[in-house]
């Protein structure tokens, strides 16, 4: 080999080396890349989530874009997302990527109720080991090409839920980092998921206080509406007796007009009494300090006492009682139970024609009593048959125009009905009157 | 063995030499060094650990105790890493590699009793876990905690093996005084105290340079400007020191720092759950007292 050869050799393996040298540099860039494209990859995941964060008012779209997320970011094959009620009691799915899958693998890997215990204990993510039995199984080794991961959802201390999850890599090459970004991004899914809860609730709680502030609207203008008739009446019928009496006149005529006058005054002022008792009954049996004076009582004399109270008032309306027994008798409050009748006939008469015909029938079975009253009204559309027991309805039609009266005595008939353990109802069809029923258990303990 | 009641800046000069302080195993840096990869995977671990047999089944007996309590044998140190996670893998390794220095290479019988000074490393180690889980959980803070507490007073190895009758002095010292703390008297006959030869030694060792300040100041956390870990080391230290003599947590309260106990934000009856669960943990910690 002369000299050229020789440094052309030489050349040549100097040119190998650098050649070499740059191969690996070229190795160890295409490494940083890909490390460096997979981070940029992570980051995006962990920024997307924080955009939504500020932006999604839907949990579904939450669940979405995790499950999104987690895709692009571990390589994800199957997922189940768990979440608590608020009682921190029940548990469901909220969202899943192949639950099937999911709970094949669940057999597979022995995921039970003890692994699950440990990882809340413990409050961090938990990759299931293959587990003793089976270990040297070579059909086992298809499964554990891929791993089973629990993750426990915390918000600061108070257990949200948990998320299973089938990753398509075996457990043993599972990154650091791989694991921190999962705990990560469900993590802060878990502070939205919360925060969304809440705001849903809040949103809620805020409608139902609207509810009950329209409810009070609703109340105070109802109130002071039906309070002012019989106020009007009461005032402008003293106001002409104490004229009357200045001007001394007591002649037969204005004896039959002071006799109306005190009338007027009585009924307004039984009106009056019964609004603020029925207020007063409502107050009491929403807190639940309404009490119930029991006795033996017979149901027909009672509602025959009713009855009589009301003839001289009835002379427009047929009134028709009858019972199968007269002898029935039930444990009860005689005075609520009267209130009840009350009501229910007022009603019927309010709705009844001029001369129409109002039915009331008693009948009973072993454990409890049935009272129906029957009008000849206008009669009850469906869609109103449930309302009418709501405090302050009444139907808006001309005829309550012409009636007047609040919607008290039906709401105060359910409130003692349902303290007597009893259910109130009424059966009716338009244009063909409406029938009344309350039943009653005979005996405390025996429902209707 | 030199006079250590030189000045400080010779001292230094001394630990740098190295000569006289334990070394640490190769492995453990070699952990350390993985366990700072965010890429690392649980197979990388395993090959490391694979290599010292003894270190593997010390491991896995760690993460089957009865600390641990999951729920099925872990067989493989693959296993363990993915189940208990990378962290608490490090300081089973930390834990039973050191317990080889502290305690199963020390000789004759000593003065400064090895295995009560490692019960008591052990109990700071899982009071500051606690402490950080009632306070500001997080996996990576409580385990972080944990290695603090094993390795807080690595500096009276140090002593104990190579300025053995000054040791022995302040240990005598501190029994007849009761009013002076220890490290008060270290630094009257040795002119340095065990926090700041611990820190050193955390800094030849390579360890994690956030694991310095905690040390160096877990006996004057006002110092330090890593507050939380140095407070969290601070209070572990203490309540370790009074639950091996009471488990009754106002009696420890009143002899915890308030500054120290109100920068964590501890109260009372946090501090109850910490001393209960302390006591419980400390009875399944039984490995990790003689691994």
Redesign the interface.
Known sequence: MDNKEEELLKRINSMESSLKEKMEYCRMLEEINSGLRKYLNEMTGVYRLLEAMNTVKSLEKIYDLLVDILGSTIELDACAIFLYDENGRDCRAVKEVDPEKLVKYKQIFNVDRAMYEWVFKKKHIAIVPKGTEGRDDPGLAFFQSKSFAIVPLFVNEKKVGYVDILINKPANTITQQELSLLTILLNQTTVVIENLRMYEQEKETVNKLRQIDEMKSDIMITTSHELRTPLTILKGSSKIIQIKMKEDMWNDDDKKLYAELIHNVNTQAEILEEITNTLLAATKFENGTLTLNKKVVNIKQMIESVIKKYTYKTKNVNLKFTYTDPNITAYVDDEEMKKVVRNILSNAFKYSEENGDVYIDLSADAKTFVVSVKDSGPGIPAEEKEKIFDKFYRMDRALTRRTGGMGFGLYLSKIITVQHGGTIWVESQVGRGATFYFRIPKEEGFGG | MGDLKETSKELKDLIQKMDDLPILPNIISKVMKI?D???????HL?ELISMDQSLTVKTLKLANSAYY???????TV??A??????LTVRNLILTSTLYNIFVNESQEEREFDRRKFWKHSVATAICARLLVSATA?G?KEEEEAFTLGILHDVGKVFMDTNYHSQFFEVMRESKKNKNEPAYAIERRILNTDHAEIGSMIIDKWNLPENFVEPIKFHHTPGLASDKYMTNVLHVADIISKFSAITYDASEINARLDREAMGTLKLQEENLRTVVQNLEYEMSNADLFLNS
């Not at chain 2, 309590?69 to 067989?75: A, K, L, M, Q």
Request: charged share 15%; hydrophobic share 40%; net charge negative.
């Open positions: 366990i990869n965010p890429y690392s995977n649980a197979d395993t309590g999951f729920p099925r044998e872990i067989v693959t296993e890493v993915v189940v208990l996670g990378f959980p996996q």
